[in-house]
């Protein structure tokens, strides 16, 4: 493994810690290294903060061996004056002449400029190490950015026999499942319910039983059913409820407010909505021990690519992605 294929892991490592604090802003892990040895480091903290190369710049103690240091950052470093000012500026004056890049940032003020800026000022500026796994990293905000909708989620919980649910409510998670989901939740900035879900279940749609910050609610009432005593309309979290809006039209209101990802819970005719306009990047599907015999049944996924199945108590949970 190469220097610099090791560093920028660390950058990766670094930019993860940033996970419910950064966005909407890219999580973003930088490293300085002099003569093979580290001597800062840093990450984005969280929205509006300090990024991680000011982080990883004032970290370092000993200031004079900047001039020779190498930064390894897993994005594009900023070119413009946004909540705080350049990075590129920042590390142009610090004296660093050797910038390493995982890739580049596909927000429109940045998109190369940032680059740009450090060659032009004389660096040496290497772009593309780890450039796959730092895409991935921020998978929601270059969705956000390129396709103009945030990344979107399904998640539903099913029997073994593949109904999603009956006439009455059924449990099909058990406690750790259901910390699980709540973890999920705290790592999406919104959470879509339909109105079946909405009266039949009455769920919060919070992150109680995970550390994060609740996701925006969101549900549809087309008709003007759903009561003010639902636990959604409780005053604890902000909502928005759709009325007559396409998937299109949803999608497109969380794009203008700035909504970088969506999860979408349920019910089965809003989820296979979804999966059928093509509109879904990663699905979570959770598979209970037991037979239902009738019911609702389970969407079914197209174009879907298994990612990975874990076993937790004999709950199954296959995460897929939307191949594209």
Known sequence: M?????????????????????PPNPMVGAVIVCDGRIIGEGFHRRCG?????????????????LSRSTIYVSLEPCAHYGKTPPCADLIIQSGIR?????????????????IRKLQEAGCEVQVGILEKECRELNRRFFTFHQKHRPWITLKWAQSKDGFIGKRERVVFSNALTQTLVHRLRARHQAILVGTRTALLDNPTLTTRLWTGPNPLRLTIDRHGILPSTLHLKDGSTPIVIYTQESIEEILADLYARGIQSLLVEGGAELLQSFIDKGFWDEARIETAPFCLGEGVSAPILKDEQLESKQNYGGQIIQQYRHKQ
């Open 2 to 22: 190469s220097d610099d294929i090791k560093f920028m892991r660390r950058c990766l490592q670094l930019a993860r810690c940033g996970e419910t604090g950064a």
């Open 49 to 65: 903060g300090p990024h991680a190369e000011v982080n990883a710049i004032c970290s370092v103690k000993e200031k004079h061996l």
């Open 98 to 114: 050797r910038i390493v890049v995982g890739c580049t940032d596909p927000f429109a003020k940045v998109n190369g400029l940032g």
